[in-house]
């Protein structure tokens, strides 16, 4: 992945990614958010919660952290956002206590996630009430993911260059109505959702420039056929009980219709 996103197609979709999360998570208050995986982007650079992590995957090589370890990442390890802490960690095995988070952004992460139903569980998991999951992932129905789907079947057939498949090798993506239908499963509720990048799968930089007007038009003529989409979604839990000054409000409304009811019944 993070070989593919330096390719011009790949900094066309950081791009575009960037943006997206930059107005999403602009707007989103509380005190301690987290990023799952894809360092390439500094998805909470908008964001202005005092406890920003980044959740880097479990780590491989013997050198690195143990896993959960919290490790400063300084301005010389390259890769890494800056003014962030660098959790070594499965995205299915979160090192935060239940409902202890205000905002989980997965930039593709649960594409790259080993059980993806699994990592959105645990994301349920350490957000609180009324936290927000911003969710970045590529469209199958997409042009890019027909070229992908058309190249594994290239592949299947014998046909094995590396210039077969347009998108990284690795994960499984997922799609937006699916998405949608675990969220929703999760008691989470859909708060908005777009597609972007409509430019044809072109591996020149010069080629892609030329599309530029695709974007505008794809959004305007067929919105849901993006190369990618960003999902905003926020953890509803039912039977949640008022409180501060919405509490009180509730209670005094209460009072003032049984004083009412008092006086008829006494009339």
């Known amino acids: 992945m993070a070989e593919w996103l330096e390719t011009p197609p790949g900094r066309y979709l950081l791009a575009w990614e960037q943006a997206q999360l930059d107005r999403s998570v602009a707007d989103i208050f509380g005190f301690h958010a987290l990023q799952l995986g894809l360092p390439e982007l500094d998805a909470l650079r908008d964001n202005r919660m005092p406890h920003r992590w980044l959740a880097a995957g479990a780590p491989e090589a013997p050198m690195e952290p143990p896993r959960g370890a919290e490790v400063p990442s300084p301005a010389s390890r390259q890769g890494y956002p800056r003014a962030q802490v660098v959790l070594q960690c499965d995205f299915d095995a979160l090192p935060f206590d239940s409902q202890s988070l205000d905002l989980v952004v997965l930039p593709h992460a649960l594409e790259l996630a080993r059980d993806p139903h699994l990592a959105l569980r645990e994301v349920e998991r350490v957000l609180m009430p009324e936290g927000k999951a911003v969710i970045l992932g590529f ?116 009072a003032a219709q049984a004083v009412v009811s008092h006086h008829r019944t006494k009339d």
Request: proline share 5%; aromatic share 14%; net charge positive.
């Open 139 to 254: 469209n199958p129905r997409s042009l890019w993911g027909i070229r992908q789907r058309l190249g594994r079947l290239w592949r299947q057939m014998g046909f094995r260059p590396r210039e077969a498949l347009f998108l990284p090798s690795e994960g499984e993506f997922l799609g937006y109505r699916r998405m949608r239908d675990w969220l929703r499963l999760l008691s989470f509720e859909v708060e908005s959702g777009r597609f972007g990048c409509y430019a044809p799968p072109l591996r020149s930089e010069r080629w892609l420039a030329r599309f530029d007007w695709a974007e505008r038009v794809g959004e305007r003529w067929w919105p849901v056929f993006g190369a990618v989409y960003c999902v905003v979604a926020v953890k509803r839990v039912r039977g949640m009980r008022l409180v501060g000054l919405a509490r009180q409000h509730r209670m005094a409304v209460k």
